[in-house]
C-alpha cells in the first residue's frame, strides 16, 4: 500500500508523514523527492557549482517579494525518471510506502501511475494557504524564500484528481494524518490512480 502525499514546498508534508509513521501500527518507509536530495552530491543541489546538471535554485523577484524556482538539468532529469523505478522496487517487494512528492508536469504523474498500476494507491493532495506557507519559510529557516509561491499555483493542477484532500493552513499534521487513515480504513479500493492511467 502507498500513501502518496503531493504538495508544494511547506505545505506540511513530511509532519504528516511522521505522524502517519507514529499512528499506524504498520511499518511505513518514508521516501521521496528530498530522499534523493539527500543522496546526491552538494554541488548538484541548491546554488551548488554543478546545480545546473542536477536541482539548480534560481532566485526571482517581483512585486510580491522572493521568489524561488528549481531547473532540473540532465543529471535531475535521470534522477526524477528514476524515483519511480524505486518507489515501484519497493511496493514490489511489499513495503508499506508513503511518499512525500512535488509534483509540477502531467509527465511526473504518468510515471508514476505506470510504474505503480499493480499496486494499491491513495492520491492525497496536501493544501496550504499562501500567507501560512510563507510564514513556515521565514521561521523554519532552512527554506528558500518564494519556493512555496513558485509553486503552488503548479501543483495542484485542474485536471489532477485526488482520492482525498487535507488542508495544513489550520489543520494539525496529527489531525491530518488521522483523518488519512480513516479514510484508507474506510475506502479499500481508492481510484485517483486508477483513473490517471485510463488517461495515460
Partial sequence: ??????????????????????????????????????????????????????????PEHDDLGPLMRIEDGAYGQAIVKTVPKVIQTLADDGH???????????????????????HTVYFIGVMCDLKTLQERELLRGDRALGLGRDQIGRVHTPGRSYDMTVDTTHTSAFDCAKAILKFINENPNPQSFKQHKDKC
Fill in 1 to 58: 500500500m502507498i500513501i502518496f502525499l503531493n504538495g508544494c514546498s511547506s505545505a506540511g508534508k513530511s509532519a504528516i508523514a511522521r505522524a502517519l509513521q507514529f499512528l499506524s501500527e504498520k511499518p511505513w518507509l518514508l521516501i521521496g523527492i528530498d530522499t534523493f536530495f539527500q543522496m546526491m552530491p552538494a554541488a548538484y543541489v541548491g546554488f551548488g557549482d554543478k546545480a545546473d546538471q542536477g536541482f539548480h535554485f534560481i
Fill in 96 to 118: 508499506d510506502l508513503i511518499l512525500d512528492e512535488v509534483l509540477f508536469g502531467d509527465e511526473s504523474l504518468k510515471r508514476y501511475v505506470q510504474a505503480l498500476k499493480h
